[in-house]
């Protein structure tokens, strides 16, 4: 979540009016995130989330909403779209729109992922994976190799020397992935950025999973990855945290051999998507206005050197699996 797009009143009131909000009565921006602008939106009936999507077409504004929608239908705590115009049909600056109902809870710091709140995350990523697996539509990812490795060819021609040793570390993490990965794994859709700032929490329990954006058809080890780096890790891998997310989900969902095999691999690839994502949408870009929470590549640098510096057989002996 970001600023990129300005939202003036006129816009505001048209999407209020569209979505039969009530009358405008305030815009608030809201700076996280990196990829899309959203505000609050203030209305005789109360407050909404609004969101303006900066990279999604119409298409893949329909399948976020249909992924939702198909999530809420099996009782997974995931925003609530506002009925209204069809995907695309209100837009701003020419971008689609939506809104949705505000979620409560709270994002939690580093410093407050316990092991229950680490439990609750495999448990919920489980539990959508499973939800999913009769959802009808395959949509490929954003953030194929293909993808990550032409932002890295981006970052190169920017000139900057400080970023030669790492796109050519994250080449070099690539080549192996791209050459061992096997190719038959479990795969369905996933939610793909499953970070602290997209769960809400009461307590240790989850009541909102957000930012559905990045769904797409892919492995479904390749999300665990994404997920327990994203909540496993300090200054280094928090081996505690990692083996409550992973035995709570595997104690939902069992993975395979196959998915034992490749959980390194896989974590080879999110953390290099993530490097070069970060490099490319944080260290090199203009904001030219827009407002934003920064995200340092070098964590996932970091985490990148850790993984690939284990074995498979030590990643799973250290994880309990």
Request: glycine share 10%.
């Amino acid at each position: 979540m970001a600023v990129y797009t300005k939202l003036d009143s006129a816009d505001g009131e048209h999407i209020a009016g569209a979505h039969e909000l009530g009358h405008l009565r305030g815009i608030t921006p809201i700076a996280a995130g990196s990829v899309n602008s959203n505000y609050f939106l203030d209305t005789e009936r109360g407050r909404w989330f609004c969101r303006i999507y900066e990279e999604q077409e119409s298409d893949g504004v329909a399948y976020e909403w249909a992924v939702l929608a198909h999530l809420g239908d099996h009782g997974l705590p995931v925003p609530v779209r506002v009925a209204g115009p069809a995907p695309g049909d209100v837009r701003v600056q020419g971008k689609p729109t939506a809104v949705f109902e505000l979620v409560g809870g709270a994002e939690t710091c580093q410093a407050g992922v316990t092991v229950a709140r680490a439990a609750a995350v495999g448990a919920f990523l489980a539990r959508a994976h499973r939800a999913l697996d009769d959802f009808p539509e395959r949509r490929e990812g954003r953030f194929t190799s293909v993808d990550v490795r032409r932002r890295l060819e981006s970052a190169a021609s920017a000139g900057d020397a400080e970023l030669t040793p790492v796109i050519d570390a994250v080449l070099g993490a690539l080549d192996e992935v791209e050459r061992d990965l096997p190719r038959d794994l479990p795969r369905g859709v996933i939610h793909g950025d499953l970070f602290r700032d997209n769960v809400r929490f009461e307590g240790d329990r989850i009541v909102a999973a957000i930012d559905w954006e990045s769904a797409s058809d892919e492995a479904r080890v390749y999300d665990i990855a994404v997920t327990f780096l994203a909540w496993c890790w300090g200054d280094d891998l928090d081996v505690d945290l990692a083996r409550a997310l992973i035995g709570a989900y595997v104690a939902a969902r069992p993975l395979t051999g196959a998915e034992r095999g490749a959980l390194r691999l896989s974590a080879m690839a999110a953390a290099a998507r993530f490097t070069a994502t970060r490099i490319t949408d944080f260290h090199l870009r203009d904001d030219a206005g827009g407002t934003r929470v920064m995200k340092d590549y070098r964590r996932f640098l970091a985490r990148l050197e850790r993984v690939t510096a284990m074995s498979s057989e030590e990643l799973a002996a250290t994880l309990g699996i």
